[in-house]
């Protein structure tokens, strides 16, 4: 289904609740060039065009203050990603840093394995990610899938 707002309400709906608030700009910009894209893919798969696709990364950093909304951003994240097919599960998992980290040298890795692989399909975020390289083991986190 072309993902367009007309064909996916939802997606409407979530666009138009980002955009009653206030601030949040390169978010709102990030949000429509993901939608944009999406849309561009569509097209070419449509026309069966040879022609290549875009290439997207899902990845984002929510930078600001406790209370400036970077879980309901995160909220908001998931559920398009899920409208537009991006994501199957489109659900939203909280870490911290200190769920990364082992409690002994190379348990690190296995830790951050089991979380990505739960997180599959959704939406990870992870609490004060700047903790990981101030702490003893979090640089084992890279020896993961991360």
């Known amino acids: 289904m072309k993902p367009t707002f007309e064909n996916l309400p939802r997606l409407k709906a979530i666009f138009d609740n980002i955009h009653k608030r206030p601030g949040w700009t390169d978010f709102k910009k990030q949000l429509k060039l993901i939608h944009d894209i999406a849309l561009a893919n ?14 997207l990364c899902l990845n ?12 309901t951003a995160a909220k908001f994240y ?22 990364f980290i082992g409690a002994a040298v190379g348990a690190t890795p296995k830790n951050t394995n089991a979380i990505l692989e739960y997180a599959k399909g959704s939406v990870l975020v992870i609490d004060e990610a700047y903790n990981l390289d101030d702490q003893m083991y979090g640089k084992e986190v890279r020896m993961g899938k991360l």
């Open 42 to 55: 569509y097209e070419l798969d449509y026309r069966c065009s040879e022609e290549k696709r875009k290439e």
């Open 60 to 71: 984002r950093c929510l930078f600001g203050n406790p209370g400036t909304g970077k879980t």
């Open 78 to 99: 998931a559920e398009i990603l899920k409208e537009l097919r991006l994501l199957n599960k489109g659900e939203v998992f909280y870490k911290t840093a200190s769920d």
